[in-house]
Structures are given as structure tokens and as C-alpha cells.
T-cell receptor, first 117, second 115 residues
Framework: AQKITQTQPGMFVQEKEAVTLDCTYD???????LFWYKQPSSGEMIFLIY??????QNATEGRYSLNFQKARKSANLVISASQLGDSAMYFC??????????????FGKGTLLTVNP | EPEVTQTPSHQVTQMGQEVILRCVPI?????FYWYRQILGQKVEFLVS????????KSEIFDDQFSVERPDGSNFTLKIRSTKLEDSAMYFC?????????????FGDGTRLSIL
């Protein structure tokens, strides 16, 4: 069974600074993928970034980047130049194939990020 | 940008009653999902649906739950006889293609409160 661990229940960062949100995983599947989602207080789940196990480079999407360390089984999300609107819950999730090309997501417990002005 | 739409945003129901949560996935998407998030806990997979049938379901998805895609656009989750522990946020998600890096796109959720 797959497992996702987010060890930081809460994180604080000053506006305009960078912050790293930790995610470690455990899987026996050599072909896995990791997703990060943002959940603001309003409740919706917003896809941020994806990293595949065979990707040669760390994923980047605007101010979001992944510090992917395969040997350590970690895929930490880095948010640069934090903004007040970044305050939200952040979930790391792993793709688990159900059969064929379909998959389900296994989520971590999340990290609540608060950006201070 | 196309989005997944869920209705209602909040549903309050008496224990033992049936409830139907509705979702309109992104047009042309092929894979559909329901997840739930009990308050303060992590998001849990309930069921996936592809090619007009359930492709996988979790232990949570027992006989009280069912899903349907009645008309090619809506995707519904029915809970036959609700229990207090069914109170949660329910998310619908859809995915368009077979490509493995394509994310699941989530709706805004339906908050279900069982009294």
C-alpha cells in the first residue's frame, strides 16, 4: 500500500519569503506520480504541480517548484515569494493505479500554511 | 477555463434519509471520481468510474453508496440511508485522458451535514 507523510501540521512564512512544505512517500510501484493541491479556506481543491518518478528534472510551475529527491523518497513543495493569498492547506498526493490507465489519489494529512504580512 | 461543478454546496439531511450529491464533470473528460474529507482529516478516495461502470471502490464505499452517470453529463453520488459519520465534504473530480501526468480536477465540494 502507498503512504504519504506530511510531517508539518502548520507552517508560517513572512510575505515575499520562500517556504518549503515537506512530503515523503512510500511505494513499491516504480512508476509513480506525485501531485500537490491547494485547499483555501473556501474549501475547493486546486491542482498546483505534478512530478513523475521518471521525470529527469524537478517540476516547476510559476512560483511553485518541487524539490524531488527520489533516493530519499521526498517531494517537497517550494513556494517562492509568498503572497497572502497563498495561505491555505496544502496536500501532497500520490497516484496509485487502479488498473489500465486509471488511478486514484492517496493524500497526506496536509500542511496549513499561513503567510504573515 | 472549464471546471467541475458540484451542487448543492451545502446539504443538511436527517439521519436515515437518502441524499444525492450532484456533479457535472468537465466536458469530454473520461474518468470520474468521488472523494470525501471528514472535517480536519485527510481526503479519502471513495470510488472511480470509467466507461459507465465502477472501476474501483474503497472500503468506505459500502452498499449504502452508489454512483450513476444518468445522462452523459451528470455524475451523482447517492447515499441510501445516511449516518452521522457520513458528515463530510464530498468532492467530485474528473480527468480527461489516459496520460499519466494529467491531474484530477476537483469541484468545490458539497458539505454534507447529517443531523
Amino acid at each position: 500500500a502507498q503512504k504519504i507523510t506530511q510531517t508539518q501540521p502548520g507552517m508560517f512564512v513572512q510575505e515575499k519569503e520562500a517556504v518549503t512544505l515537506d512530503c515523503t512517500y512510500d511505494t513499491s510501484d516504480p512508476s509513480y506520480g506525485l501531485f500537490w493541491y491547494k485547499q483555501p479556506s473556501s474549501g475547493e481543491m486546486i491542482f498546483l504541480i505534478y512530478q513523475g518518478s521518471y521525470d529527469q528534472q524537478n517540476a516547476t510551475e510559476g512560483r511553485y517548484s518541487l524539490n524531488f529527491q527520489k533516493a530519499r523518497k521526498s517531494a517537497n513543495l517550494v513556494i517562492s515569494a509568498s503572497q497572502l493569498g497563498d495561505s491555505a492547506m496544502y496536500f501532497c498526493a500520490m497516484r496509485e493505479y487502479s488498473g489500465g490507465s486509471n488511478y486514484k489519489l492517496t493524500f497526506g494529512k496536509g500542511t496549513l500554511l499561513t503567510v504573515n504580512p | 477555463e472549464p471546471e467541475v461543478t458540484q451542487t448543492p454546496s451545502h446539504q443538511v439531511t436527517q439521519m436515515g434519509q437518502e441524499v444525492i450529491l450532484r456533479c457535472v464533470p468537465i466536458s469530454n473528460h473520461l474518468y470520474f471520481y468521488w472523494y470525501r474529507q471528514i472535517l480536519g482529516q485527510k481526503v479519502e478516495f471513495l470510488v472511480s468510474f470509467y466507461n459507465n461502470e465502477i472501476s474501483e471502490k474503497s472500503e468506505i464505499f459500502d452498499d449504502q453508496f452508489s454512483v450513476e452517470r444518468p445522462d452523459g453529463s451528470n455524475f451523482t453520488l447517492k447515499i441510501r440511508s445516511t449516518k452521522l459519520e457520513d458528515s463530510a465534504m464530498y468532492f467530485c473530480a474528473s480527468r480527461g485522458t489516459d496520460i499519466s501526468n494529467q491531474p484530477q480536477h476537483f469541484g468545490d465540494g458539497t458539505r454534507l451535514s447529517i443531523l
